[in-house]
């Protein structure tokens, strides 16, 4: 269409801007207002909205819409008008499907608000139900509580009740007795006082009878005794008289005093010998703690024992000791040249045994004196100190009694750093340096009677001269994982597995593989040293007897295995603190003592059975 034609009708703008775009609703729009008559005044009012109302407007609209029926183009624009209001009535129907998607969602969020809504509803309901049950819960305790406290205080006064009702009765049956005890009391002060009075008047009646009769036996007793000394006045003077007047007799007496005086000095002498060797050969001397050598007196009072000894043969000396392969070896070379010296009569050999605690040291001394057949005394170097002064004279009663063995005697001297350490050290004492003196007198030369094996935990700590009387010295480390392994099994099957075998014994096993077990158990004692595993076994045995029904299960073994590693590491633990005092001492001590603390972390050894 021809845009001065629409011009004409619309303005100059054109069509399109003088076209207003406008939404609208065929119900929504309001009636127009019908314009007044132009004749009827009556109704018009100054100042009337009508009243300015200019109709030149529309009839510049009536003429142009007259010129454009008139136009050509008057259907293309009638077309186009249809077409814009065909595209906003489009427009308009998806504005009100988006506003109805929009109400659709309202209602989606208002129902999802509503679920939201009743389940916090439904939340506060149960926890309002939860908080009125704990809150019942709570009553209901406390009320019991109540009841308890109320039973509780009714029970002491009923206790009360009766202690007083006890007390009661024993106050009364206390006065019933102190009542009797009075009434008893004042019957025999009467009954004493009328024994007296009869005694006194008694006495008084008879008196001039007793006076005449004490008269009468002192002169008859002063008589006899005149008489008696002057008999032996006569005796005594007439035989002394003879005595010296016959030179025989003189001679006789003296030489009978002579011989009276010898014979009680010989005796008393004789005696303290003869005990003196008594002691030193068949008496047990103060020092020694346990030996394997009978006195007579033990002959005498356990003879079948005697008699097993001297037919028993040899025993093995590692039976019931773990030892790694290596020292086991070494052990067995000292065990065999030892028994080779016995046999011919040879001289001993001195032996420093060095390690941690629990490692087979003294049982190694016992086993070693019996392979040999030897007799073995075992002593602590802590009795020594104690004795102060008496401690020389104990050390040479100790070897004289060693000397006296037919056997052979192995003196195994347990903690030996305790008393044979260095002299030049301020700490030692002059009885204890006295002490140390006469043992390394009598331990000077190597003796065919006696063997010397010295056990210590700190080698470095011993006198030289100590050091220089040892011919060997061996090792005792901790046991290696196998050596645990064998270990385990041994004390294992000695104290759980055949107490449990026996019938009388109350002891049972759980279901586990105890090969499996021990294993697992060696892997874990890392550390440990013989003797504690032995105690370690022996703590199943109890916790097992411990038990409601007798059985050791496998739970209870590892607990016990548990707390075992547990204490070990706590022991380490004290061990691991340097004390002040050792502060002081030299470099290559702390380097020493340092070594034996970082092998109790690692592996092994030796152990008792």
């Not at 009638?78 to 988006?98: D, Y």
């Not at 007439?238 to 007496?253: E, M, P």
């Not at 009694?401 to 002059?430: C, H, P, Q, Y």
């Not at 199943?540 to 007798?550: E, I, M, N, V």
Request: aromatic share 6%; with cysteine; hydrophobic share 35%.
């Amino acid at each position: 269409m021809d845009n001065s034609i629409l011009s004409k009708f619309f303005g100059s703008k054109g069509a399109s801007a003088d076209i207003p775009d406008v939404k609208f609703d065929a119900g929504s729009l309001p009636t127009p207002p019908t314009p007044p008559d132009k004749n009827d005044n009556s109704g018009l009012k100054p100042g009337d909205k009508w009243s300015s109302f200019d109709p030149t407007g529309l009839e510049r609209a009536a003429k142009a819409a007259r010129e454009l029926d008139a136009s050509s183009h008057a259907k293309d624009a009638l077309e186009l008008s249809k077409h814009q209001e065909h595209t906003k009535q489009i427009e308009f129907q998806a504005k009100v499907k988006e506003y109805e998607t929009h109400v659709e969602q309202l209602k989606i969020e208002q129902i999802r608000q509503q679920s939201e809504e009743k389940r916090n509803n439904l939340q506060q309901d149960a926890k309002l139900k939860k908080e009125q049950a704990e809150y019942q819960d709570l009553l209901s305790r406390r009320r019991y509580d109540d009841q308890l406290k109320q039973q509780a205080a009714r029970n002491e006064e009923d206790l009360r009740r009766q202690e007083q009702s006890v007390e009661k009765q024993e106050a009364m049956r206390r006065a019933t007795l102190e009542h009797e005890m009075k009434l008893r009391r004042d019957n025999e002060i009467a009954r004493a006082e009328a024994e007296a009075l009869a005694r006194a008047k008694a006495d008084r009646e008879n008196q001039d009878l007793r006076f005449e009769e004490i008269r009468l036996k002192a002169a008859e007793h002063r008589t006899t005794v005149l008489e008696s000394i002057k008999t032996a006045g006569s005796v005594m003077g007439d035989g002394a008289k003879a005595f010296l007047n016959d030179w025989d007799k003189i001679t006789t007496a003296a030489f009978g005093i002579t011989l009276a005086a010898v014979g009680l000095y010989t005796a008393k002498n004789g005696i303290g010998v003869a005990a003196r060797y008594i002691e030193a050969r068949l008496g047990k001397p103060s020092l020694v703690r346990e030996t394997s050598r009978l006195t007579f007196l033990e002959g005498l009072r356990h003879p079948i024992k005697t008699s097993r000894r001297f037919f028993s043969k040899p025993e093995d000396s590692l039976r019931g000791v773990v030892l790694k392969p290596t020292l086991e070896e070494n052990i067995r070379d000292i065990a065999i040249s030892t028994r080779n010296t016995k046999t011919n009569r040879g001289v001993y050999r001195n032996i420093l045994l060095h390690g941690p605690p629990g490692t087979g040291k003294t049982l190694f001394s016992k086993k070693l004196a019996l392979h040999s057949g030897m007799d073995f005394a075992i002593m602590t170097g802590g009795d020594v100190a104690p004795m102060g002064r008496d401690g020389v004279t104990a050390v040479h009663k100790l070897f004289d009694w060693a000397n006296s063995s037919r056997r052979g005697l192995m003196l195994f001297v347990d903690e030996a750093d305790a008393f044979l350490r260095k002299r030049a050290t301020e700490k030692i004492s002059e009885d204890l340096r006295a002490t140390l003196n006469a043992f390394l007198y009598r331990t000077g030369d190597q003796s065919s009677k006696f063997m010397m094996v010295l056990a210590s935990n700190q080698p470095e700590q011993l006198d030289w001269a100590i050091n220089d009387r040892v011919d060997e010295i061996v090792e005792f480390d901790l046991p290696g994982l196998e050596e645990r392994e064998r270990l385990v099994r041994l004390y294992f099957d000695k104290y759980v597995l055949e107490p449990a075998m026996e019938k009388r014994q109350r002891l049972k096993l759980g279901d586990f593989d105890f090969s499996i077990k021990c294993s697992q158990i060696a892997e874990k004692t890392k550390g440990l040293s013989g003797r504690e595993i032995s105690k370690l076994a022996v703590a199943w045995q109890a916790t097992g007897y411990a038990s409601s029904d007798g059985t050791l299960t496998e739970q209870m073994v590892d607990d016990r295995v548990e707390e075992a590693v547990k204490q070990h590491q706590l022991k380490m633990e004290w061990i691991s603190h340097v004390s002040p005092g050792m502060e002081k001492e030299s470099s290559q001590t702390t380097s020493t003592k340092s070594s034996h603390y970082a092998a109790a972390h690692s592996t092994d050894p030796a152990v008792d059975t």
